[in-house]
C-alpha cells in the first residue's frame, strides 16, 4: 500500500472509531474523533520511515516494532492510538499488496496473502476502503457486544 492509501485508512478509521465509540454524532463524537485522528495518522505513517534507513517493510513492519509501539501508553501514559495506525498499516501491507511484511524480523521471510493487489492497481483504493469498513466493523462489535476482552474496549474508551 502507499502513503495516500495508509494515510486514507487512517482517516476513515478515526472517523469510524469516534462513531463507534460515541454513536450520537455530537461533541463527543467530534472530540474522539480529534483525539483518535492524529496518533493514529502518524502510527499509519511511522513504519515507512524504514524507507530512510533499513530494509523496507522488515526493519519497522514487524510484530517486535507494534509490541514497543503498543506498550508506550502503558508504561509511559503517552501515544495512545498510534499502535492502532501501525497494526493497520501492517494489514493494508499484508492483504493491499502483493509483496507482504517481515513480521518476524530479523527473521527476512516476509508473509503475504495470495490475492493481494499491486500498490498501482486502480483496485488499492477500493482495496484500502474495504479493510478499513471489516476494521470498524470488528472494533463494533467487540465494543456493543459482550466478549471477552471487552474490558479492553472499555479502557480504549475510557481514553477518549
Given at each position: 500500500?502507499?502513503?495516500?492509501?495508509?494515510?486514507?485508512?487512517?482517516?476513515?478509521?478515526?472517523?469510524?472509531?469516534?462513531y463507534?465509540?460515541?454513536?450520537?454524532?455530537?461533541?463527543?463524537?467530534?472530540?474522539?474523533?480529534?483525539?483518535?485522528?492524529?496518533?493514529?495518522?502518524?502510527?499509519?505513517?511511522?513504519?515507512d520511515?524504514?524507507?530512510?534507513?533499513?530494509?523496507?517493510?522488515?526493519?519497522?513492519h514487524?510484530?517486535?516494532?507494534?509490541a514497543?509501539?503498543?506498550?508506550?501508553?502503558?508504561?509511559?501514559?503517552?501515544?495512545?492510538f498510534?499502535?492502532?495506525?501501525?497494526?493497520?498499516?501492517?494489514?493494508?501491507?499484508?492483504?493491499g499488496?502483493?509483496?507482504?511484511?517481515?513480521?518476524?524480523?530479523?527473521?527476512?521471510?516476509?508473509?503475504?496473502?495470495?490475492?493481494?493487489?499491486?500498490?498501482?492497481?486502480?483496485?488499492?483504493?477500493g482495496?484500502?476502503?474495504?479493510?478499513?469498513?471489516?476494521?470498524?466493523?470488528?472494533v463494533?462489535?467487540?465494543?456493543?457486544?459482550?466478549?471477552?476482552?471487552q474490558d479492553?474496549?472499555?479502557?480504549?474508551?475510557?481514553l477518549?
Amino acid at each position: 500500500m502507499n502513503k495516500e492509501g495508509h494515510v486514507l485508512n487512517a482517516v476513515l478509521l478515526s472517523i469510524g472509531l469516534g462513531y463507534v465509540f460515541h454513536p450520537s454524532g455530537d461533541v463527543p463524537t467530534f472530540r474522539a474523533i480529534a483525539e483518535i485522528s492524529v496518533p493514529v495518522v502518524l502510527g499509519a505513517l511511522f513504519p515507512d520511515v524504514d524507507t530512510a534507513f533499513g530494509k523496507h517493510r522488515k526493519t519497522l513492519h514487524n510484530l517486535p516494532v507494534l509490541a514497543v509501539i503498543y506498550a508506550y501508553p502503558v508504561f509511559f501514559d503517552n501515544l495512545h492510538f498510534v499502535w492502532i495506525g501501525v497494526a493497520t498499516h501492517y494489514v493494508l501491507d499484508v492483504l493491499g499488496s502483493k509483496r507482504g511484511i517481515a513480521l518476524f524480523y530479523p527473521y527476512e521471510k516476509e508473509y503475504n496473502l495470495p490475492f493481494g493487489v499491486p500498490v498501482s492497481s486502480k483496485w488499492a483504493t477500493g482495496v484500502t476502503v474495504a479493510v478499513t469498513a471489516v476494521e470498524i466493523a470488528l472494533v463494533a462489535v467487540v465494543v456493543h457486544f459482550d466478549l471477552p476482552i471487552q474490558d479492553l474496549s472499555a479502557s480504549v474508551a475510557g481514553l477518549i
